[in-house]
């Protein structure tokens, strides 16, 4: 059984940082590409970032780039997320996801979900 667990949420001050992580168990983790995507109240759920190919690839949302980092340890199946310069704008629920065969940041690329942490950024 797949397993994703987000940490590392919570309420920070604009201009602050955080690092979210993904605890992953029941598969094989190096293979998968593992992505980050959030979801703000009232908006649908957008990509944040990807790593592939055991994290020679990555990938972030326009909104992020420069200011977020995505790294992950295969030897602990864990995924992270690191966040500076946090704005306002970047509350959301934030959510770790795997897909198996995933070349982009379309949810249905991927098929395994986590149950999200929120972010909150007070201005």
């Known amino acids: 059984q797949v397993q994703l667990v987000e940490s590392g949420g919570g309420l920070v001050q604009a201009g602050g940082s955080l690092r979210l992580s993904c605890a992953a168990s029941g598969l094989s983790f190096s293979s998968y590409t593992m992505a980050w995507f959030r979801q703000a109240p009232g908006k649908e759920r957008e990509f944040v970032s990807y790593?592939?190919?055991?994290?020679?690839?990555?990938s972030y949302a326009g909104s992020v780039k420069g200011r977020f980092t995505i790294s992950r340890d295969n030897a602990k199946n864990t995924l992270y997320l690191q966040m500076n310069s946090l704005k306002p704008e970047d509350t959301a629920v934030y959510y770790c996801?795997?897909?198996?065969?995933?070349?982009?940041?379309?949810?249905?690329?991927?098929?395994?979900w986590g149950q999200g942490t929120q972010v909150t950024v007070s201005s």
């Open positions: 996801a795997a897909g198996f065969a995933a070349t982009s940041g379309s949810t249905t690329q991927y098929g395994y």
């Open positions: 790593s592939r190919w055991s994290g020679g690839i990555t």
